[in-house]
């Protein structure tokens, strides 16, 4: 590609950045932006306080105790650098059995009850406009969290405008937000099996397994899927070399086995999008009996 391509490729790239501003100018109002200490709804939170001044923004990261703890600090570490008012939303969705169940609908109960929270201190606070972060790329997986916050009326301005997980990296970066970088993560309840109940218990133990992995081998993503009584350790496939060590994987092994786990594999296929394939028609349907008319 010659220089000149890939300078007019740039060129365009910086120019959407001012298309996620003016999606909230347009807007002109207060306005709740869900921060989930990802790089995706720090973005939009940067948006929206440089579009609408540091008064008109709320950003409210939902501590609904199966996210794990390096989340919610990220999360603070995030607002003190964009400099925007943040509040800690606090809720346990383990009292939830419609999420506790852990069917495949488990991600609709969770962010229904995200919104159905979010919407309460809206009206309290008399703000019309909820946001979050959902970037173009996340249409592409079955997000059955996804339809749950839309149907409440929570906007997506990174979908809006078309903005993909990699545009939202480089403005990001460019921005010099600390997670621009920052590995994707989900919730603690996504290591545990569908079918398989969710309590407290089994989440503090995949979240300890998670951080012990990543003390003793440096690793920056993991997921431990929790298999009963096997723990399936999950990284990218450019740090299973980190592993390769025979000193951390007795170490590891050991302390995972300590908190409860009689036996501990690696994938060897890493971790990375895998195929889920389609909600099927069941689904569907079961879905729209809870969906808002």
């Given at each position: 590609?010659?220089?000149?391509?890939?300078?007019?490729?740039?060129?365009?790239?910086?120019?959407?950045?001012?298309?996620?501003?003016?999606?909230?100018?347009?807007?002109?109002?207060?306005?709740?932006?869900?921060?989930?200490?990802?790089?995706?709804?720090?973005?939009?939170?940067?948006?929206?306080?440089?579009?609408?001044?540091?008064?008109?923004?709320?950003?409210?990261?939902?501590?609904?105790?199966?996210?794990?703890?390096?989340?919610?600090?990220?999360?603070?570490?995030?607002?003190?650098?964009?400099?925007?008012?943040?509040?800690?939303?606090?809720?346990?969705?383990?009292?939830?059995?419609?999420?506790?169940?852990?069917d495949?609908?488990?991600?609709?109960?969770?962010?229904?009850?995200?919104?159905?929270?979010?919407?309460?201190?809206?009206?309290?606070?008399?703000?019309?406009?909820?946001?979050?972060?959902?970037?173009?790329?996340?249409?592409d997986?079955?997000?059955?969290?996804?339809?749950?916050?839309?149907?409440?009326?929570?906007?997506?301005p990174?979908?809006?405008?078309?903005?993909?997980?990699?545009?939202?990296?480089?403005?990001?970066k460019?921005?010099?937000?600390?997670?621009?970088?920052?590995?994707?993560?989900?919730?603690?309840?996504?290591?545990?099996?569908?079918?398989?109940?969710?309590?407290?218990?089994?989440?503090?133990?995949?979240?300890?397994?998670?951080?012990?992995?990543?003390?003793?081998?440096?690793?920056?993503?993991?997921?431990?899927?929790?298999?009963?009584?096997?723990?399936?350790?999950?990284?990218?496939?450019?740090?299973?070399?980190?592993?390769?060590?025979?000193?951390?994987?007795?170490?590891?092994?050991?302390?995972?086995?300590?908190?409860?786990?009689?036996?501990?594999?690696?994938?060897?296929?890493?971790y990375?999008?895998?195929?889920?394939?389609?909600?099927?028609?069941?689904?569907i349907?079961?879905?729209?009996?809870?969906?808002?008319?």
């Amino acid at each position: 590609m010659s220089t000149n391509s890939t300078k007019r490729m740039e060129d365009s790239k910086q120019s959407r950045y001012p298309l996620l501003i003016n999606w909230f100018k347009s807007r002109n109002c207060k306005v709740i932006v869900a921060l989930s200490g990802g790089v995706d709804s720090a973005l939009v939170t940067l948006a929206a306080r440089q579009a609408l001044g540091k008064e008109n923004v709320l950003a409210i990261t939902a501590n609904y105790q199966t996210l794990a703890n390096e989340e919610l600090e990220t999360a603070k570490k995030v607002a003190k650098e964009i400099d925007v008012i943040h509040h800690l939303l606090e809720y346990n969705e383990l009292d939830n059995p419609n999420f506790t169940k852990n069917d495949s609908l488990r991600c609709f109960h969770c962010r229904n009850e995200l919104a159905i929270n979010l919407l309460k201190v809206a009206k309290e606070k008399n703000i019309s406009l909820i946001v979050d972060g959902t970037n173009l790329d996340d249409v592409d997986d079955d997000r059955p969290g996804m339809i749950a916050l839309h149907s409440m009326g929570i906007k997506s301005p990174l979908l809006d405008i078309g903005l993909g997980k990699k545009e939202v990296r480089h403005f990001a970066k460019i921005n010099n937000l600390s997670v621009h970088d920052k590995p994707s993560n989900s919730c603690l309840a996504s290591r545990v099996p569908h079918g398989t109940e969710i309590n407290s218990v089994k989440l503090r133990r995949i979240e300890r397994c998670e951080m012990i992995i990543k003390k003793l081998s440096g690793v920056r993503q993991v997921r431990v899927r929790d298999h009963d009584t096997i723990a399936r350790i999950e990284i990218e496939r450019s740090e299973i070399s980190k592993l390769c060590n025979l000193d951390k994987i007795d170490k590891i092994v050991f302390e995972i086995r300590e908190l409860g786990f009689k036996h501990v594999t690696l994938d060897l296929e890493g971790y990375g999008k895998k195929e889920i394939g389609k909600l099927n028609e069941d689904e569907i349907i079961t879905i729209d009996k809870y969906v808002k008319k």
